[in-house]
């Protein structure tokens, strides 16, 4: 096994983890002479593809407004209305919510009623961002009222008798977002119904 100069078991450096393809990382691969043959042509691939994401990257950013919503960055601006294309086709808060997965699962039946996680059916990027957008909520406007409102089950991320990779916290911040915590520029007069 190794180990470090403290005795603290290291990763194996054989592994491929992270950016691997990067020159840096690419100089400290232990591996065999017959893997790194192999592996040097879809590194090329990888590192030609890199560069062409940075670029779209970098150009899809540049298209977002000056004036953005609190909470979104140019990038995550873009993709949520890339997605959702026309505002308008919403009528109410259960249309957006259910386009983007963000309703929680729900089973009942005569006296019993269960409520669960979200049920990721609907677009997975606009859910991505919505998540991360989330992130960035708690974080930075903590105080915000519809995170305070949520703060109890917000802090414990998962609920009671859930898996260890379940986790309640989207279907709550979504709803504070869907809920009118966000509109885009064009559409912040428009009330939900």
């Known amino acids: 096994m190794n180990t470090d100069k403290h005795g603290y078991a290291r990763k194996n ?3 491929l983890e992270g950016e691997w393809w990067q020159e840096g990382l690419w100089k400290k691969l232990v591996l065999p002479l017959i893997v790194l ?3 040097a042509p879809l590194r090329r691939l990888i590192q030609a593809l890199d ?4 670029a779209a990257t970098k150009a899809m950013a540049a298209e977002a407004p000056q004036e953005l919503p609190l909470g979104l960055g140019e990038l995550s601006y873009e993709i949520l209305e890339r997605e959702i294309c026309q505002w308008d086709r919403f009528k109410n808060r259960r249309q957006v919510a259910s386009y983007t997965g963000m309703c929680p ?3 009942t ?3 019993r009623r ?3 996680s979200i049920n990721k059916h609907g677009n997975p990027r606009l859910r991505t961002v919505l998540v991360e957008a989330s992130w960035r909520l708690m974080q930075f ?3 915000y009222k519809a995170v305070a409102k949520w703060r109890k089950v917000l802090a414990d991320p998962k609920p009671p008798g859930a898996s260890a990779s379940k986790s309640r916290w989207p279907s709550a911040v979504s709803s504070a977002w869907i809920g009118g915590g966000y509109a885009p520029i064009a559409a912040r007069r428009r009330t939900w119904a």
């Not at 560069?51 to 940075?54: D, I, S, T």
């Open 105 to 107: 699962k729900e089973d």
């Open 51 to 54: 560069v062409e994401l940075q």
């Open 114 to 116: 269960f409520q669960g």
């Open 109 to 111: 039946s005569d006296q």
């Open 13 to 15: 450096p054989s592994h």
């Open 141 to 143: 406007q903590p105080d």
């Open 37 to 39: 043959e192999l592996l």
